[in-house]
């Protein structure tokens, strides 16, 4: 039995019928559950529908408070051991990201210290919207957790993501968080990262490098670290802060990067590969700086070691995840280097995509795996998209990642 204080907080949208069953769900699942509602979400269902389930009053009007000896929206922000925002649509969602705080829903989620799960529902072109994913990101970088909507048959007729996870779902999650015996997927593993760009000296002032910021590599190492693992991250020179609970092993050319990642191959149980790596370096370093000259310059460039496939002819029980940014023919590319490399999976994407490549705080992706597993991801943000990265990759081998 769960034996915990929800609060949910349902806002307007068709989903809100769901939300119902979700009340009576973690009910019968022994959790303490108060229903705050929108003036929205009240179109949909009415109150009584949500006092029934929960056997409590149901909150949705500031200036109302059932107990004058305590303010209604601090009372209950202070109660919950976890907060639910389920359904939350793209005008909740932009509102938390932009501190807006204009009803009881809206002010108890700014006033709560507990943590707070995010259950978007909506129609998928607005789920993919850049502003919508712009707000997703900031929450999630102030610690926001998501519960992402599956794929189906929406309302409004379209076919897409942008369902409201199930409520068996959504309360096998609440489950999980409170079982103190649950040990995280990745306790004992070790999991190295590579990320960013190398830059390949030509002169004292002078290098070769590339557009990679690094962002992918970070989330997915910090993503590691949030599902136990001790997280070895490896990279070459970026402007981003270091993730928590993340070693970090800074390196500049691809040289250094496949001493440090070598260095670590061998107690590792996952390599994640995602730095942008040169692939080639000036033959001739020169110690000072090249001085301009009358006409054209040559730099004679030679191949640097392909760190991906060399430590694919190493591995033993390392499981390796290589990617592939492409600006044609990606999951064909990644299809080949699946084989040549000897990648048990590859994240290959197009970076002519507007919602994809260097620089960007999205991405869309395709994960490729020796298995034949070809599962594609339309645009979100890279740290949600690491988590689900991750999460995909392990349910994947969840027979054998004991020996890994």
């Not at 009053?57 to 059932?66: A, G, L, W």
């Not at 607005?126 to 900031?138: D, G, H, L, P, Q």
């Not at 519960?147 to 779902?169: D, N, T």
Request: glycine content about 6%; proline content about 3%.
């Amino acid at each position: 039995m769960l034996d915990k204080k929800i609060l949910l907080c349902v806002t307007g949208g068709i989903a809100v019928y769901k939300a119902v069953a979700l009340v009576s769900k973690l009910t019968q699942a022994g959790a303490h559950v108060k229903v705050m509602m929108t003036e929205s979400a009240m179109k949909f269902v009415t109150p009584l529908s949500f006092q029934v389930m929960s056997r409590n009053d149901v909150y949705f009007d500031t200036f109302d408070e059932k107990d004058s000896t305590v303010i209604s929206h601090i009372d209950l922000a202070d109660w919950a051991d976890l907060v639910i925002v389920a359904p939350a649509t793209a005008n909740v969602i932009g509102k938390l990201a932009n501190g807006i705080a204009d009803d009881m829903a809206t002010t108890t989620l700014l006033a709560t210290t507990a943590e707070v799960w995010i259950a978007p529902a909506m129609n998928v072109h607005m789920y993919e919207n850049k502003a919508v994913i712009r707000n997703i990101s900031t929450l999630h970088g102030d610690g926001y957790r998501f519960i992402e909507p599956s794929e189906g048959f929406l309302a409004c007729g379209y076919v897409g993501k942008g369902r409201l996870e199930e409520p068996e779902k959504i309360v096998d999650l609440v489950r999980e968080k409170f079982t103190q015996s649950k040990t995280l997927p990745l306790t004992g593993k070790k999991v190295i990262v590579t990320a960013g760009p190398t830059r390949e000296r030509i002169d004292p002032v002078r290098y070769v490098s590339n557009f990679s910021s690094g962002k992918m590599g970070y989330a997915m190492a910090e993503a590691a670290a949030a599902l136990g693992a001790e997280t070895i991250l490896i990279s070459g020179p970026v402007e981003l802060e270091k993730p928590s609970g993340v070693t970090v092993v800074n390196v500049e050319s691809a040289a250094e990067m496949f001493e440090a990642v070598t260095n670590h191959f061998d107690s590792a149980s996952i390599v994640i590969k995602s730095a942008a790596v040169a692939d080639y370096r000036p033959k001739n370093i020169h110690d000072q700086k090249m001085k301009k000259q009358v006409g054209d310059a040559v730099i004679e460039m030679e191949r640097t070691t392909d760190i991906l496939k060399t430590i694919g002819k190493m591995k033993r029980h390392q499981l390796l995840v290589g990617f592939a940014a492409e600006t044609q023919d990606a999951v064909d590319y990644g299809i080949g280097k699946l084989e040549s490399k000897n990648l048990d999976f590859i994240v290959v994407n197009d970076v002519t995509d507007p919602d994809a490549g260097f620089g960007k705080d999205t991405n869309v992706v395709t994960l490729l795996s020796r298995r034949g597993m070809h599962q594609s991801f339309s645009a979100m943000p890279k740290k949600i998209l690491a988590k689900v990265l991750l999460e995909t990759i392990l349910e994947e081998e969840s027979e054998h990642l004991d020996d890994r």
